[in-house]
Nanobody, 126 residues
Framework: VQLQASGGGLAQAGDSLRISCAASGRAFSWNAWGWFRQAPGKEREFVATISGGGNEYYADSVKGRFTISRADAKNTVYLQMNSLKPEDTAVYYC?????????????????????WGQGTLVTVSS
């Protein structure tokens, strides 16, 4: 199984950016997808997650600005980031849970995720 993240880059404060992550090797229709990020000198933190059934959950810091979505036919998850702020600068990692999370609220705990992408850098300038 491989997760390949893409779409990161340089943006200005207030801009929008969409990053994506495609999985290969198996399907994850019943699993939850998650996005995490790690800023320089800081620990990795939860950003957003979506269950197999489409239930979404966001960190307070991105609620109302970021939207997670999934396209199971493409085995891909997206993160639409609007109204970007300099504090959103980080390496963004996609991940998929080991267990099925179709009906349950998807987890924000990174320990629940067993497959991880390589990360894509998002840099937001002021």
């Amino acid at each position: 199984v491989q997760l390949q993240a893409s779409g990161g880059g340089l943006a200005q404060a207030g801009d929008s950016l969409r990053i994506s992550c495609a999985a290969s090797g198996r399907a994850f229709s019943w699993n939850a997808w998650g996005w995490f990020r790690q800023a320089p000198g800081k620990e990795r933190e939860f950003v957003a997650t979506i269950s197999g059934g489409g239930n979404e959950y966001y960190a307070d810091s991105v609620k109302g600005r970021f939207t997670i979505s999934r396209a199971d036919a493409k085995n891909t998850v997206y993160l639409q980031m609007n109204s970007l702020k300099p504090e959103d600068t980080a390496v963004y990692y996609c991940a998929v849970t080991i267990e099925d999370y179709y009906y349950r609220q998807p987890p924000s705990d990174s320990n629940e995720y067993g497959y991880w992408g390589q990360g894509t850098l998002v840099t937001v300038s002021s």
